[in-house]
Each structure stands twice: as structure tokens, then as C-alpha cells.
T-cell receptor, first 113, second 110 residues
Framework: DTEVTQTPKHLVMGMTNKKSLKCEQH?????MYWYKQKAKKPPELMFV???????INESVPSRFSPECPNSSLLNLHLHALQPEDSALYLC????????????FGPGTRLLVL | AQRVTQPEKLLSVFKGAPVELKCNYS??????LFWYVQYSRQRLQLLLR??SRESIKGFTADLNKGETSFHLKKPFAQEEDSAMYYC????????????FGTGTRLLVSP
């Protein structure tokens, strides 16, 4: 399996809801990433996990809570989001070495009402 | 600080014309440079990276450290090349933070 998969594809949630985004890869990659992409903008890094440990948090609000339960899975827990958080959320993975290619999932399109 | 600049938001050419998508970078070290492409309704995917020195789908890119540039070129554009192209940079040491340029939309008309 050489792809990164993400579920769900689409998600609509209210500002008081709690939801989770899921990402999975079976390429043996030990680095996994969450990005946020607004329309017509480049992806912006949110979090990096290396060997299941959080290594980079780009000053993301605490209403976004990442989790890496094992080397193949990455979750993003969402709580009390704002409408401006509506975006495409991308997961990526790579070998845990500097300068390696990152492989992206198709994304979860999130709409916060 | 890492920075990637893509000066053109939109590049419109006719089929068969040469294409050059510009990318300049700022990095105080030895960077790794990438071109990613996002076709309509498809995931972001790697097109090429400078260390592989490959030609993918007819595209090439040469790293010019003196001019801090990594321009993407193709001698004869095809309609299926129409997509969003992102230049990206990461460091060659430490944690892998990938920084993207703002992207250039390439539109190839028949």
C-alpha cells in the first residue's frame, strides 16, 4: 500500500461539536504531518509527529488536538471550532529523515457552521 | 528563515509552447527543493525534487544556488499539464518542516 488515506472525505460540524479526523499509512513512514489548506492557498503546516512523538506544533489553537496512537495512524481531534477553521485538512507522511519527500492524503474538507 | 517565492499566480500558455514556472527561495543552509502538483480534484503529489535530477512528465528543474532559484521548465506544454504547481523547501538537517510557495496555476489552452 503506497497511499495515505484520510477519513472522512467531508465533515460538517457545529461550533459545539467534537469530531475527529483520521489518517492512515502503511508505507513504514515514521513521520506524519497535519496541514491546513484554505481555498486557493498553499498548505500550512500544523503539526509534525516523528516516531509517534509530537516534534513540531506551529502555534495551533488548542481546539485542535493531534494524536498519534501508533506508527500507522494519525488523528486530529476537533472541539469548539470556529467558522474560520473551515478548510481542507491534509495528512502527509514521510521517512523520518530531513529532506525526504512527503506523501499526501486526499484531505478532509471541513465545514464549521 | 525559510521562504519560497512564486511570483506568478497564473501562467496561461497555448499547447506546444514552452513553460517556465519561477521559484526563488531563501534559506540559510543547504536546502532540499521540491515541486508538487495538484491536478483538479486530485491529491497533492510530488512532481520532482532537485536531488533526483529526473525529468518527470517532460518537466525539469535545476537548482541554482547562486540565484537561489529552482525554476520548473517544460519545452512543450500539454493540456493535461493544467494544474496548480507549488514549489517547496525543507532543510537538509533537523526536523522536516516543508514550506510551500503561494503556488502558480498553469493553464494550457488548445
Amino acid at each position: 500500500d503506497t497511499e495515505v488515506t484520510q477519513t472522512p472525505k467531508h465533515l460538517v460540524m457545529g461550533m459545539t461539536n467534537k469530531k475527529s479526523l483520521k489518517c492512515e499509512q502503511h508505507m513504514g513512514h515514521r513521520a506524519m504531518y497535519w496541514y491546513k489548506q484554505k481555498a486557493k492557498k498553499p498548505p500550512e503546516l500544523m503539526f509534525v509527529y516523528s516516531y509517534e512523538k509530537l516534534s513540531i506544533n506551529e502555534s495551533v489553537p488548542s481546539r485542535f488536538s493531534p494524536e498519534c496512537p501508533n506508527s500507522s495512524l494519525l488523528n486530529l481531534h476537533l472541539h469548539a471550532l470556529q467558522p474560520e477553521d473551515s478548510a481542507l485538512y491534509l495528512c502527509a507522511s514521510s521517512p523520518a529523515r530531513a529532506g525526504e519527500t512527503q506523501y499526501f492524503g486526499p484531505g478532509t474538507r471541513l465545514l464549521v457552521l | 528563515a525559510q521562504r519560497v517565492t512564486q511570483p506568478e499566480k497564473l501562467l496561461s500558455v497555448f499547447k506546444g509552447a514552452p513553460v517556465e514556472l519561477k521559484c526563488n527561495y531563501s534559506y540559510s543552509g543547504s536546502p532540499e527543493l521540491f515541486w508538487y502538483v495538484q491536478y483538479s480534484r486530485q491529491r497533492l503529489q510530488l512532481l520532482l525534487r532537485h536531488i533526483s535530477r529526473e525529468s518527470i512528465k517532460g518537466f525539469t528543474a535545476d537548482l541554482n544556488k547562486g540565484e537561489t532559484s529552482f525554476h520548473l521548465k517544460k519545452p512543450f506544454a500539454q493540456e493535461e499539464d493544467s494544474a496548480m504547481y507549488y514549489c517547496a523547501l525543507s532543510g537538509s538537517t533537523g526536523f522536516q518542516k516543508l514550506v510551500f510557495g503561494t503556488g502558480t496555476r498553469l493553464l494550457v489552452s488548445p
